[in-house]
């Protein structure tokens, strides 16, 4: 399996970007996917969840700014980002979870975020992509 990020940038605050997520390789059940970020000196936080059948859900912090959709045709995982701020800097990550499938329909995102930075090697993680966002 192999999971590859790209549409990071650099953007001035209020501004958007449009990351993606393209996966390969994978031919099990439909997956629940995500994304996390990680800013310097600080841990990995979940951002964005969706579910085996396409519920969605977002960290606080994002709500009403990001969008996460999926392109099942194309494999593909998006992450629009809109109203950018400083604090949205980092390293963005996409996660598939063939595990969890229906925990963020059935929990709420934060405790899938919880479950999967408990044993992350469980998952499929891609590369990263960076965001920078200046004020």
């Known amino acids: 399996v192999q999971v590859v990020e790209s549409g990071g940038g650099s953007v001035q605050s209020g501004g958007s970007l449009r990351l993606s997520c393209v996966v390969s390789?994978?031919?099990?059940?439909?997956?629940?996917m995500g994304w996390f970020r990680q800013a310097p000196g600080k841990e990995r936080e979940g951002v964005a969840g969706?579910?085996?059948?396409?519920?969605?859900d977002y960290a606080d912090s994002v709500k009403g700014r990001f969008t996460i959709s999926q392109d099942n045709a194309k494999n593909t995982l998006y992450l629009q980002m809109n109203s950018l701020k400083s604090e949205d800097t980092g390293m963005y990550y996409c996660?598939?979870?063939?595990?969890?499938?229906?925990?963020?329909?059935?929990?709420?995102?934060?405790?899938?975020?919880?479950?999967?930075?408990?044993?992350?090697?469980?998952?499929?993680w891609g590369q990263g992509t960076q965001v920078t966002v200046s004020l």
């Open positions: 996660v598939l979870d063939p595990l969890n499938v229906e925990a963020i329909k059935t929990h709420g995102v934060e405790r899938w975020f919880g479950v999967i930075m408990e044993q992350p090697t469980l998952y499929w």
């Open positions: 390789g994978y031919g099990g059940n439909a997956p629940a």
């Open positions: 969706i579910s085996s059948d396409g519920t969605t």
